[in-house]
């Protein structure tokens, strides 16, 4: 597609239920990635794809967060037993390149949780 | 929509007026750094980017300005227009792919 498609656009969880938010890259980007952002915070970094391998997971705050890629296109970002610090903007990004920065990412428009 | 830019450093200017936005990052070891644009509702949007060996970089209407020895970088908007009303961030990138955002900083256009 023409942009990073993300989905659910607002996703209603109850605290303790299991969610699962979508990414759709841009059609043959190596690169995906998952950040989480806070209500007027900027976007801190969960993790990073490269195609189909999970290279760097150390931004997902607790086991409770799962994230997968396994054919190196679509990304799903799993989260169990969600709680109240939960409630976040996930935004997933993708870019062209397979390491360094010499091809901008792009970001989608995110998935609001909100956990009540 | 729903705001990202509660409890941020404000910026407002008069339209037609320079913007500037100041950051600063954490990080010696960085070389690469972005600024994005972000409206209510919507992802990041790239304005401009910056690599270490450079102290400045122009765009249409957008310079950003590097200072690595205070580890400083600005990001000037010429000739401001209510479209750019938003919350602005800084990121900086190294060795690994991920990127070390900013608070962010929103800059309100008055007509």
């Known amino acids: 597609g023409a942009g990073v498609s993300q989905s659910p656009r607002y996703k209603v969880a109850k605290r303790g239920q299991d969610v699962a938010l979508r990414c759709d890259p841009i059609?043959?980007?190596?690169?995906l990635f998952w950040y989480q952002q806070a209500l007027g915070q900027g976007p801190e970094f969960l993790t990073y794809f490269q195609n189909e391998a999970q290279l760097d997971k150390s931004g997902l705050p607790s086991d409770r967060f799962f994230a997968e890629r396994p054919e190196g296109s679509v990304s799903t970002l799993k989260i169990q037993r969600t709680q109240q610090e939960d409630s976040a903007v996930y935004l997933c990004a993708s870019s062209q390149g397979g390491t360094g920065f010499s091809y901008g990412y792009t970001f989608g428009s995110g998935t609001r949780l909100t956990v009540v | 929509g729903e705001s990202v830019g509660l409890h941020l450093p404000t910026l407002s200017v008069q339209e037609g007026d320079n913007s500037i936005i100041n950051c600063a990052y954490s990080?010696?070891?960085?070389?690469?750094f972005i600024w994005y644009k972000q409206e209510s509702g919507k992802g990041p949007q790239f304005i401009i980017d910056?690599?270490?060996?450079?102290d400045k970089r122009q765009g249409q209407r957008v310079t950003v300005l590097l200072n690595k020895t205070v580890k400083h970088l600005s990001l000037q908007i010429a000739a401001t227009q209510p479209g750019d009303s938003a919350v602005y961030f800084c990121a900086e990138g190294g060795a690994t792919n991920k990127l070390i955002f900013g608070t962010g900083t929103l800059l309100a256009v008055q007509p």
């Open positions: 059609s043959g980007h190596v690169s």
């Open positions: 990080n010696s070891a960085s070389d690469y």
């Open positions: 910056i690599r270490s060996n450079m």
